[in-house]
Each structure stands twice: as structure tokens, then as C-alpha cells.
């Protein structure tokens, strides 16, 4: 038969434990002052009148007691002569109740599983001396009666707690290194020790960390001093599959960094795509049965004191509970002020560290430290992200269209499914008619967007081949740059040239002329046609004196735009892609590596750059070879002028006749003529009635001129109205 008084479950079983320890605790405590307390001087009798007026509260006998030689405190009474004599006598605890107590807490300690306390002494290497130094300190927080008899038991009133002094007393075994700072007790923050002024440390208050006393009573919860530095990352609702190019990295870090190894490595995981790496770790966790949490670098303490509780703390989380934790290293090097650079930190934190740790870098970090697990994570390939996006938008996409945004949008599975959900809820809330294709381009590009906006300038793409004046040969490489844009799917992934090489895969053009000469317009044509998103590189947000800085700002804007949907057009291209140098002082080194790394991220970019720059031949030759495209836009002619001078006015403005040969005879490009249309029209605003005329254009050219600091001829924009035509006889 079965014990009847059996635990019923683990949480009955621990509370039966803790209250046998907590039994024996006081008997031990109990026989422990009975010891203490002197034999040899006979009970002192305590004389008390057969009738009593006592002025103030009655205290039952049992609880008096006095110490031979010492006064008793004066209770003001009257005491008549004739009374009878009771003796007190002590609640001595025999040797044989002790033993049986704690044979009793030994039995329940063997109990599966183990209690608490147990099984944190196995985890943690903990001798039966600390053992039982932990839980006095616990027992303080689970028993009311533990502060009183360690007063007494070190005969102290004003000492109602536990010290090291009153352990090594009262328990067998005791050790001293059982103090020490290496030993579980202190190292693993396991007591507090309140060790104040000139007080000696066996004599130091000794309390023990609210964490443990909860886990010892049975809650399992995030210590509160980490969870304020750290986020949970849980699982999405929907549990995404792994793309195959993933799995193997999960599969790796499963297999060869948390099974058998001793100590755990530091999975470190390498790459640009922050969201998949936080992806891979947490499904490795998930397969380990682990729960994953967050640390972000910017959250990281710099004081050495700070660092190591950090790593103490989540270290013996890792060893209460199964969780993991992901460190946010992705902007480690970034540029910054010397006092933002984590680096020290962070090397500090996984020194001292321990449990399964993930890091996730850009590169390879030279830190020494703990062995490493260094894995490269890249994004899904096109292949893996076109199958998704047909398995998530299913028979309603057609063939086509899965295709020609995993080309153009290089996204993880999460933001696949995110972005399909999204077009999906928008349907069926607004009933767009939308085409499918439109909606999802418009949620792809806005999903690239905030990556981008904080790092270059985005600009609206209004432009189209109609407004576009150049040309033929001009106009023909354009639209295959488009083209190109458009079928690299069908050419790298269907045909397979990216199968043999990850090389210059990316589109790259250079655009060159004079300013005004309509290099940005053209940007804007083809950012229109291939509705992608057309960022501008500023320049004096870019480059930098400082070593480094230059490198680290461009890498941001690359890295960025490698999601796709972007198209970048960096302007004066020349300030950044000069020619190379020759070395004769630490800036000609420096420029020159600045160039180098500028011609390596371009080759691997894989989306499209454009260049913008009026002086081509200050650009290094070995840059012009990596270029796709280089299409010049020289100075327009009288007919190209005349087409644009046609184009100029938009159909709302009020325009009189305007002779447009005389006006294509200025020499002009086709961003003066722009400026010359706007602020004609401004002055035309001002007339009565308004109306655009040949003599205010004249005028806005003539200001057009002066601002050019061009030679003016008054003649060229001297205006006489012509003579009116006789009527036909």
C-alpha cells in the first residue's frame, strides 16, 4: 500500500522538507543555548505573594527566566512575607530529539524530485557546512521564532540574526574557507553580508539574497535586478519554419555548442541581418528547451563592480532556470564618443559569464575571453525567400510576383510573414482594389523605410520618362538600366550566374555632367518606373576627419539598404571615390584605406547605386571598372533645350505665346531652364491679369544669368513684341 501521507506533488513534497529543516534548525538552535547555558549554579526560586497588585500587563511564568547572577528587571508590586516557592525549570532539548529531526529532514530531502534547496546545493558545489549556513539565513525569512533563539543563542539581545561566528558553533563540519569570496556562499551572491564600519566579518549580519529565499520556498522567476536590463524574447504566435540556410546554423549551434561541452562556448553569430540572428537563437533555444532573453549593448554597465554582479547574477540564473541569453552587440564598433564604446565592457561581462550566450556581431570580435562557437548568418537566399513568399500569399500571387520581390526585397521570414499579414488585414478592413502586386510593393518598401530614413535623405521620385530630355543613346542606356533592375531574378537565380560568384551581383551606374544637366532627374525617372525608394547620401553626414568614422557611416547606409527596395544615389561622388594617392603621411595612408574599403562594399552591394559627379576624371580608375553603368549627360543642345523649354510650364499655369527658338538659343542646362520657368511664374503672379510672357521670362533669364556670374549681352533678352499680322486680302 501506498503511504498515505506521501506528498502529492512537488510543491507539497518541498514545503514537507522545508519544515523538517526548519525543525530541526530550532531544536538544534534550542539545544544549542541549553549547552551554552551554565550548569553548576542551582535555579534561582522566585518568591511571589499569595496575593499580588501588580500596576502594568501579567506575564505568564513560563516566560520569565533569569540568568543566575544577573538582577531581574524591578517590576513595581506589594509583596507580602508568607509565600509559597515554584522553581523554574528549562525546556532542555535531548541529543536523541535533534538526531531524530534531522534523520527526519535527511528522509525528506531524498524525495524526487528534490527540493529546492537540494538541488541548488548540487548545482552550485555547495558543502553540507554552507548547506546549512543558507539555511539559517533562509529561516529567518520563514520562521518568526529563528530571530529570538539566535539572540539568545549568541546572548545577545541586539543580535536577533545569524553570523558566521554562530554558525561555525552551531553546525558540525565547519569550515573556514566557507567564507571565502571564491567559495558559493559570497561568489554566487548567495547571502548578503552587512559588514559595517570596524565589525568583524564572523561577527557581520548575515541575510540571505531575496532571490533565493524564493527559490528555495518554490518561485521560479527572473531575478528583478535583471529583469529591468533585459527582454524576453518570446515566440511569435505563429511558429515559423527556419529557411534551410538557417536551420544548418541552428543545427551547428545545437549539436556542437551545448551537448557535452564543458565549459559552454560562446555562440558567436556573424552578419548584417539583426533580426535573423535574434531568429536563430531563439529557435536553438527553443530546440535546448530554453527561454531566450535580451541584453542590448547600450545597456551593458562600464564599472568593473557593476559588470561582474551583472555576470554573477545572470550566470546563476542560468544555473536556477532554463533560459538563455542573446547579447546585442551589433553596433559595437559603431563611431561614437570614446565613452560609448562597450567594447571593455562587454569583453569583461562574457569573461565572467557563463550558461549558454549568444553574441551577436557584424565581424569577428578580437576579444580574448571564453572559447567561441563563431558561426556567419546571412539572410535567406533568394530562392528560400521566393518559395515563402508563394507558400504565405499563396494562388492569388501567380507566378511572377513571389519572384520579383524576393529580387528586389531582401527580407527575412519574419518580415515575410509580417508584410503578407499586413496586406492581407489591410484587404480585408479598407477593400482596397488595389492590385495585389501594388499593395505589396507599397508594404515591402514602407517595412526598408525607417532603416533608411535616419541615415540619408529620402527623396520623392515625381520624375518620368516624359519629363526626361536626353538623348537617345542617353535614353537607351537608362532603360536597360532599368531592365537590368527588374530581371535580375530571371538572370542570377533562374539562369544561375549567382551561383558563380557573390560578387558583383549588385547594379552600379555613374552619372556624369555638368550640374543641371538632369542627373538627378534621371535618378528620380528610374526610382518612378521601378517604384523603389530613392535616398540621397548627404555628404556632411558621411565623411568625417576622424579615423574610421568615414567607413563605420557608409557601412551603416549599406547595410541598410542590403534589404532592398532602395535605390542610393550618393551625389559629388568624387569627394568620397578619389583617386588613390601616393603614401607620404598618415592621412595618405588613411585616405587610401578609405577608398579601398569604399570599392570592396560596392562590389558587394546588391542593390542599385547611382553616382552622381561632374568631374569623372577625378575618380579612381579601379572604381570606374567596378561600374555596370557610366552614362554621361553632356550639355544639352538647341533641340533638347526646345523640348524641355515645351516641358518646363505645367498644364495649370497661365502662359501666353512664348517664342521657344529664341528661348533654346540660351545657353542654359535644364536645371536653369527649371529655375528660370519658376520664377517667371512668380512674377507673372504679381501681374494683372497673371499671365507667363515672353518678357518675364527674359527677365528670369537675365537674373538666371547674374546669379551664374555669366557674361550678359542686353540684347539677348531684350523683348519687342512683333508686329501683328495683316489679314489675309
Given at each position: 500500500?501506498?503511504?498515505?501521507?506521501?506528498?502529492?506533488?512537488?510543491?507539497?513534497?518541498?514545503?514537507?522538507?522545508?519544515?523538517?529543516?526548519?525543525?530541526?534548525?530550532?531544536?538544534?538552535?534550542?539545544?544549542?543555548?541549553?549547552?551554552?547555558?551554565?550548569?553548576?549554579?542551582?535555579?534561582?526560586?522566585?518568591?511571589?505573594?499569595?496575593?499580588?497588585?501588580?500596576?502594568?500587563?501579567?506575564?505568564?511564568?513560563?516566560?520569565?527566566?533569569?540568568?543566575?547572577?544577573?538582577?531581574?528587571?524591578?517590576?513595581?508590586?506589594?509583596?507580602?512575607?508568607?509565600?509559597?516557592?515554584?522553581?523554574?525549570?528549562?525546556?532542555?532539548?535531548?541529543?536523541?530529539?535533534?538526531?531524530?529531526?534531522?534523520?527526519?529532514?535527511?528522509?525528506?530531502?531524498?524525495?524526487?524530485?528534490?527540493?529546492?534547496?537540494?538541488?541548488?546545493?548540487?548545482?552550485?558545489?555547495?558543502?553540507?557546512?554552507?548547506?546549512?549556513?543558507?539555511?539559517?539565513?533562509?529561516?529567518?525569512?520563514?520562521?518568526?521564532?529563528?530571530?529570538?533563539?539566535?539572540?539568545?543563542?549568541?546572548?545577545?539581545?541586539?543580535?536577533?540574526?545569524?553570523?558566521?561566528?554562530?554558525?561555525?558553533?552551531?553546525?558540525?563540519?565547519?569550515?573556514?574557507?566557507?567564507?571565502?569570496?571564491?567559495?558559493?556562499?559570497?561568489?554566487?551572491?548567495?547571502?548578503?553580508?552587512?559588514?559595517?564600519?570596524?565589525?568583524?566579518?564572523?561577527?557581520?549580519?548575515?541575510?540571505?539574497?531575496?532571490?533565493?529565499?524564493?527559490?528555495?520556498?518554490?518561485?521560479?522567476?527572473?531575478?528583478?535586478?535583471?529583469?529591468?536590463?533585459?527582454?524576453?524574447?518570446?515566440?511569435?504566435?505563429?511558429?515559423?519554419?527556419?529557411?534551410?540556410?538557417?536551420?544548418?546554423?541552428?543545427?551547428?549551434?545545437?549539436?556542437?555548442?551545448?551537448?557535452?561541452?564543458?565549459?559552454?562556448?560562446?555562440?558567436?553569430?556573424?552578419?548584417?541581418?539583426?533580426?535573423?540572428?535574434?531568429?536563430?537563437?531563439?529557435?536553438?533555444?527553443r530546440q535546448a528547451n530554453l527561454h531566450l532573453y535580451k541584453l542590448g549593448i547600450e545597456q551593458l554597465p562600464t564599472t568593473p563592480g557593476d559588470i561582474e554582479t551583472l555576470a554573477r547574477l545572470w550566470h546563476r540564473e542560468s544555473?536556477?532556470?532554463?533560459?538563455?541569453?542573446?547579447?546585442?552587440?551589433?553596433?559595437?564598433?559603431?563611431?561614437?564618443?570614446?565613452?560609448?564604446?562597450?567594447?571593455?565592457?562587454?569583453?569583461?561581462?562574457?569573461?565572467?559569464?557563463?550558461?549558454?550566450?549568444?553574441?551577436?556581431?557584424?565581424?569577428?570580435?578580437?576579444?580574448?575571453?571564453?572559447?567561441?562557437?563563431?558561426?556567419d548568418v546571412a539572410l535567406p537566399t533568394v530562392a528560400e525567400q521566393e518559395k515563402e513568399w508563394t507558400a504565405v500569399l499563396g494562388a492569388e500571387a501567380g507566378p511572377d510576383l513571389p519572384g520579383q520581390v524576393a529580387a528586389q526585397?531582401?527580407?527575412?521570414?519574419?518580415?515575410?510573414?509580417?508584410?503578407?499579414?499586413?496586406?492581407?488585414?489591410?484587404?480585408?478592413?479598407?477593400?482596397?482594389?488595389?492590385?495585389?502586386?501594388?499593395?505589396?510593393?507599397?508594404?515591402?518598401?514602407?517595412?526598408?523605410?525607417?532603416?533608411?530614413?535616419?541615415?540619408?535623405?529620402?527623396?520623392?521620385?515625381?520624375?518620368?520618362?516624359?519629363?526626361?530630355?536626353?538623348?537617345?543613346?542617353?535614353?537607351?542606356?537608362?532603360?536597360?538600366?532599368?531592365?537590368?533592375?527588374?530581371?535580375?531574378?530571371?538572370?542570377?537565380?533562374?539562369?544561375?550566374?549567382?551561383?558563380?560568384?557573390?560578387?558583383?551581383?549588385?547594379?552600379?551606374?555613374?552619372?556624369?555632367?555638368?550640374?543641371?544637366?538632369?542627373?538627378?532627374?534621371?535618378?528620380?525617372?528610374?526610382?518612378?518606373?521601378?517604384?523603389?525608394?530613392?535616398?540621397?547620401?548627404?555628404?556632411?553626414?558621411?565623411?568625417?576627419?576622424?579615423?574610421?568614422?568615414?567607413?563605420?557611416?557608409?557601412?551603416?547606409?549599406?547595410?541598410?539598404?542590403?534589404?532592398?527596395?532602395?535605390?542610393?544615389?550618393?551625389?559629388?561622388?568624387?569627394?568620397?571615390?578619389?583617386?588613390?594617392?601616393?603614401?607620404?603621411?598618415?592621412?595618405?595612408?588613411?585616405?587610401?584605406?578609405?577608398?579601398?574599403?569604399?570599392?570592396?562594399?560596392?562590389?558587394?552591394?546588391?542593390?542599385?547605386?547611382?553616382?552622381?559627379?561632374?568631374?569623372?576624371?577625378?575618380?579612381?580608375?579601379?572604381?570606374?571598372?567596378?561600374?555596370?553603368?557610366?552614362?554621361?549627360?553632356?550639355?544639352?543642345?538647341?533641340?533638347?533645350?526646345?523640348?524641355?523649354?515645351?516641358?518646363?510650364?505645367?498644364?495649370?499655369?497661365?502662359?501666353?505665346?512664348?517664342?521657344?527658338?529664341?528661348?533654346?538659343?540660351?545657353?542654359?542646362?535644364?536645371?536653369?531652364?527649371?529655375?528660370?520657368?519658376?520664377?517667371?511664374?512668380?512674377?507673372?503672379?504679381?501681374?494683372?491679369?497673371?499671365?507667363?510672357?515672353?518678357?518675364?521670362?527674359?527677365?528670369?533669364?537675365?537674373?538666371?544669368?547674374?546669379?551664374?556670374?555669366?557674361?550678359?549681352?542686353?540684347?539677348?533678352?531684350?523683348?519687342?513684341?512683333?508686329?501683328?499680322?495683316?489679314?489675309?486680302?
Open positions: 500500500m501506498s503511504d498515505p501521507q506521501a506528498p502529492k506533488n512537488w510543491t507539497e513534497s518541498n514545503e514537507r522538507y522545508l519544515q523538517a529543516a526548519l525543525d530541526w534548525l530550532k531544536l538544534k538552535l534550542q539545544a544549542h543555548i541549553d549547552e551554552t547555558s551554565p550548569k553548576d549554579v542551582a535555579p534561582v526560586p522566585m518568591i511571589l505573594p499569595s496575593s499580588v497588585a501588580v500596576r502594568g500587563p501579567v506575564f505568564p511564568l513560563n516566560l520569565l527566566r533569569f540568568r543566575p547572577g544577573v538582577r531581574p528587571q524591578t517590576v513595581p508590586q506589594i509583596v507580602q512575607p508568607s509565600t509559597p516557592q515554584l522553581m523554574l525549570t528549562s525546556n532542555s532539548v535531548s541529543v536523541e530529539k535533534v538526531a531524530e529531526a534531522k534523520e527526519k529532514m535527511e528522509t525528506a530531502s531524498q524525495s524526487e524530485p528534490v527540493p529546492a534547496l537540494v538541488r541548488l546545493a548540487k548545482l552550485l558545489g555547495m558543502s553540507p557546512y554552507e548547506i546549512n549556513v543558507l539555511l539559517l539565513c533562509c529561516a529567518m525569512e520563514l520562521s518568526p521564532e529563528i530571530a529570538a533563539l539566535c539572540a539568545r543563542a549568541q546572548k545577545a539581545a541586539n543580535c536577533p540574526y545569524p553570523t558566521f561566528a554562530l554558525t561555525m558553533a552551531l553546525f558540525e563540519d565547519a569550515a573556514w574557507e566557507a567564507l571565502s569570496p571564491e567559495r558559493p556562499l559570497r561568489y554566487w551572491r548567495l547571502l548578503e553580508i552587512s559588514q559595517a564600519g570596524a565589525t568583524a566579518l564572523t561577527n557581520s549580519p548575515l541575510r540571505a539574497d531575496e532571490r533565493i529565499v524564493n527559490w528555495v520556498k518554490g518561485l521560479a522567476y527572473l531575478d528583478d535586478r535583471l529583469s529591468s536590463l533585459v527582454t524576453y524574447l518570446d515566440a511569435p504566435e505563429e511558429e515559423i519554419t527556419q529557411p534551410p540556410s538557417q536551420q544548418k546554423v541552428v543545427d551547428t549551434i545545437v549539436k556542437r555548442g551545448w551537448r557535452g561541452a564543458a565549459p559552454v562556448p560562446v555562440v558567436e553569430l556573424l552578419g548584417t541581418d539583426g533580426p535573423g540572428k535574434e531568429s536563430i537563437a531563439r529557435t536553438a533555444a544555473l536556477l532556470l532554463p533560459v538563455a541569453l542573446y547579447v546585442d552587440a551589433h553596433n559595437l564598433l559603431a563611431a561614437g564618443a570614446p565613452a560609448e564604446n562597450k567594447a571593455p565592457a562587454l569583453s569583461r561581462f562574457l569573461s565572467l559569464c557563463g550558461g549558454p550566450l549568444f553574441l551577436g556581431v557584424r565581424e569577428p570580435w578580437e576579444r580574448t575571453g571564453p572559447s567561441r562557437l563563431t558561426l526585397f531582401n527580407l527575412e521570414f519574419t518580415t515575410i510573414h509580417a508584410v503578407a499579414a499586413e496586406v492581407k488585414e489591410a484587404e480585408a478592413i479598407d477593400g482596397s482594389e488595389a492590385p495585389l502586386r501594388d499593395r505589396l510593393w507599397a508594404a515591402c518598401r514602407n517595412k526598408v523605410r525607417p532603416q533608411m530614413d535616419s541615415l540619408a535623405q529620402r527623396l520623392e521620385p515625381k520624375a518620368t520618362w516624359d519629363d526626361l530630355v536626353v538623348n537617345d543613346d542617353q535614353k537607351g542606356l537608362l532603360q536597360q538600366l532599368a531592365a537590368q533592375v527588374g530581371q535580375r531574378n530571371r538572370v542570377y537565380e533562374e539562369w544561375g550566374f549567382a551561383a558563380r560568384t557573390d560578387r558583383g551581383l549588385g547594379i552600379s551606374a555613374l552619372f556624369s555632367g555638368d550640374s543641371g544637366t538632369g542627373k538627378t532627374m534621371a535618378a528620380e525617372v528610374l526610382a518612378n518606373h521601378l517604384q523603389l525608394n530613392l535616398y540621397r547620401i548627404d555628404l556632411s553626414a558621411v565623411v568625417s576627419k576622424y579615423i574610421g568614422e568615414t567607413e563605420e557611416n557608409l557601412r551603416k547606409v549599406f547595410d541598410a539598404a542590403d534589404n532592398g527596395g532602395v535605390i542610393l544615389f550618393i551625389d559629388e561622388a568624387d569627394a568620397l571615390f578619389g583617386k588613390r594617392t601616393e603614401i607620404k603621411d598618415s592621412h595618405d595612408r588613411y585616405a587610401n584605406i578609405e577608398i579601398n574599403y569604399l570599392l570592396q562594399r560596392m562590389e558587394s552591394y546588391r542593390g542599385l547605386a547611382i553616382l552622381a559627379t561632374n568631374m569623372k576624371s577625378a575618380l579612381d580608375t579601379a572604381f570606374l571598372r567596378r561600374l555596370r553603368f557610366i552614362i554621361n549627360f553632356p550639355f544639352p543642345g538647341i533641340a533638347e533645350r526646345r523640348r524641355m523649354w515645351e516641358k518646363v510650364f505645367p498644364s495649370g499655369a497661365p502662359v501666353g505665346e512664348l517664342d521657344l527658338d529664341r528661348l533654346s538659343r540660351l545657353n542654359l542646362t535644364g536645371g536653369n531652364i527649371a529655375n528660370i520657368a519658376m520664377n517667371a511664374a512668380f512674377l507673372a503672379a504679381e501681374q494683372k491679369p497673371p499671365l507667363v510672357t515672353m518678357p518675364l521670362v527674359l527677365a528670369a533669364a537675365r537674373t538666371e544669368a547674374l546669379k551664374m556670374e555669366r557674361p550678359i549681352n542686353a540684347a539677348d533678352f531684350h523683348w519687342e513684341e512683333p508686329e501683328p499680322r495683316e489679314a489675309a486680302a
